[in-house]
């Protein structure tokens, strides 16, 4: 195998719509400060859907959660419980630089610490731009804007109107006949 995290990740094409990740749960140790808490973080990333699960509709012992999610997928989910911050890091997609700024200064709004301004993170890729917070139980979060995950905006320019060369005339027999030549 061989190479760096860095070469790596920049060799990796854009696969759009591609979900490598279905749902993380984590353990809260008080469910609604962290409720507050992900609402007003995640807004800025157009995560802004919320559903409750019951845990007694689930099979037995199944916890009761707390999802955040858009468009009817829901990726977070939280859970009453024993809080362990060195057991999870999770980086939510941000479709731009303004995104990570706008959800590094909510998370900070509500109540994070700061694990790391929003910049290029170089030692990644110059094109990885994250922020980076803590939540209220400790657990790293990070805010990231990869461009070569994002399409291209498409150029709004018009294409070119090259004039097609004008055929070349020659005599022929005593008269005018135009022909095609190569050229």
């Not at 995290?5 to 094409?13: C, L, N, S």
């Not at 353990?27 to 807004?43: C, K």
């Not at 055929?167 to 030549?181: C, S, V, W, Y």
């Amino acid at each position: 195998m061989g190479g760096s995290a860095a070469e790596a990740i920049a060799a990796q094409p854009a696969e759009q719509g591609l979900a490598m990740l279905d749902h993380v749960f984590l353990s809260v140790s008080d469910i609604e400060r962290s409720i507050a808490f992900y609402t007003q973080a995640l807004a800025p990333l157009g995560i802004t859907d919320r559903v409750d699960f019951d845990g007694k509709d689930g099979p037995p012992g199944h916890p009761d959660l707390k999802g955040f999610g858009c468009k009817g997928r829901f990726i977070l989910w939280l859970r009453l419980g024993v809080a362990d911050s060195r057991a999870a890091h999770v980086g939510f997609v941000a479709k731009s630089r303004g995104e990570v700024d706008a959800a590094y200064a909510a998370a900070m709004a509500a109540g994070a610490t700061d694990n790391g301004k929003p910049s290029a993170r170089l030692y990644y890729d110059p094109r990885y731009y994250a922020g980076n917070v803590f939540d209220p139980d400790g657990y790293s979060l990070e805010f990231v804007f990869k461009s070569w995950q994002h399409p291209k905006p498409k150029s709004k320019s018009k294409p070119s109107r090259a004039k097609a060369p004008r055929p070349r005339l020659r005599k022929a027999e005593g008269k005018h006949k135009q022909r095609k030549t190569a050229g």
